[in-house]
C-alpha cells in the first residue's frame, strides 16, 4: 500500500489487531471511545447508504475537519450515554 491509499480511506486497528476500513473504522473508533450512540450511526444499516457517498469526502478531508473540531461537534450532537 502507498501513503495515498492510506490517505484515501480511513484505517484503524483494534488492540486484537483486527483492521477496519472505511465507515467501519469510523464505527470501532467512537464504539472504542465510549461513543456508542455515534457508533451505531455510522454502523446504522439505514444511514449507511448516505454515509457511503459522504465517505470519500470525508476521508479526502478528515485532517481539516479534525483541526475544525468535528469530533467535538459530534460529541456535542451525539452524547456520550451514561451507563
Do not use: C, N
Not at 48 to 54: A, T
Amino acid at each position: 500500500l502507498t501513503r495515498a491509499d492510506l490517505m484515501g480511506r480511513i484505517h484503524a486497528r483494534d488492540m486484537r489487531g483486527r483492521w477496519f476500513v472505511g465507515l467501519d473504522a469510523f464505527e470501532a473508533v467512537y464504539r472504542a471511545g465510549g461513543l456508542e450512540r455515534a457508533a451505531q450511526v455510522w454502523g446504522s444499516p439505514r444511514w449507511r447508504p448516505l454515509l457511503d457517498r459522504l465517505y470519500p469526502w470525508i476521508a479526502r478531508h478528515r485532517q481539516l475537519l479534525s483541526r475544525l473540531g468535528l469530533s467535538a461537534l459530534v460529541r456535542y450532537v451525539i452524547p456520550k450515554r451514561v451507563a
